[in-house]
Structures are given as structure tokens and as C-alpha cells.
């Protein structure tokens, strides 16, 4: 049975950080692309960034790109969202999930690629 639980979200002022985890059990997050997506009430959900299996490359929204990191610990089979320079604007329920089959890169920004999803963790960011 695969789970994913997040933690790491809170409050934060304007311009600070904030580091997200997804501990993963029931799959091997190294051999997973691994995304994080957002949900801000009254909008959409957003694709905040994904690192892909293997190699590792990442992608990025682009308005989060030069801000936020994604990364793993394939020792600890969790990963991370590094927040940085964060913004009101970035307040939302931030999601991580996983897709269990071996997506093309232009579909990793969307959430019907991926199968497994963390239960979700609030970020606020206000002063």
C-alpha cells in the first residue's frame, strides 16, 4: 500500500523559507517521478515543480521557478519542496504525489499523471 505523508507547512512571513517533506512508503521514490502541486482557495490547482526518476531532472511553474526546489533523499525515500523569497501570493495547500508509470515530460505538470497523493499541508505566508 503506497502513502504519502507530508509535513513541514506553517505560517511565514513574507520573504522567508520553508522546507516540505513527502516521506514515501510502499514505493521507492528514486524510481518515481515525484511532483508538487498547490491549491490556493478560489483557484486552481497549480503544478509547482517535479522531479523525475532516475536522472533527476526538474521542472518548475513559472511562478515558482528560481524560488523553489525540489529534491530526495532516496536513503530517507522522502522528498523535499525548498521554499524560498516566498510571497503572500504563495499561500495554498501544497500537495505532493507520485505517478506509478514512467510519464513523458510533457506530462508531468499535470495532475492526472499522477496515481499517489499526500494528504496535503498548509503553507501561509503573511506578515
Known amino acids: 500500500q503506497v502513502q504519502l505523508v507530508e509535513s513541514g507547512g506553517g505560517l511565514v512571513q513574507p520573504g522567508g523559507s520553508l522546507r516540505l517533506s513527502c516521506a514515501a512508503s510502499g514505493l521507492t521514490v528514486s524510481t518515481h517521478a515525484m511532483a508538487w502541486f498547490r491549491h490556493a482557495p478560489g483557484k486552481e490547482r497549480e503544478f509547482v515543480g517535479v522531479?523525475?526518476?532516475?536522472?533527476?531532472?526538474?521542472y518548475y511553474g513559472d511562478s515558482v521557478k528560481g524560488r523553489f526546489t525540489v529534491s530526495r533523499d532516496n536513503t530517507k525515500n522522502t522528498g523535499y519542496l525548498q521554499m524560498d523569497r516566498l510571497k503572500p501570493e504563495d499561500t495554498a495547500v501544497y500537495y505532493c504525489?507520485?505517478?506509478?508509470?514512467?510519464?513523458?515530460?510533457?506530462?508531468?505538470?499535470?495532475?492526472?499523471?499522477?496515481?499517489?497523493w499526500g494528504q496535503g499541508t498548509q503553507v501561509t505566508v503573511s506578515s
Open positions: 504525489a507520485v505517478a506509478s508509470g514512467s510519464p513523458t515530460s510533457s506530462y508531468l505538470r499535470y495532475a492526472s499523471t499522477y496515481d499517489y
Open positions: 522531479h523525475r526518476r532516475y536522472g533527476g531532472m526538474t
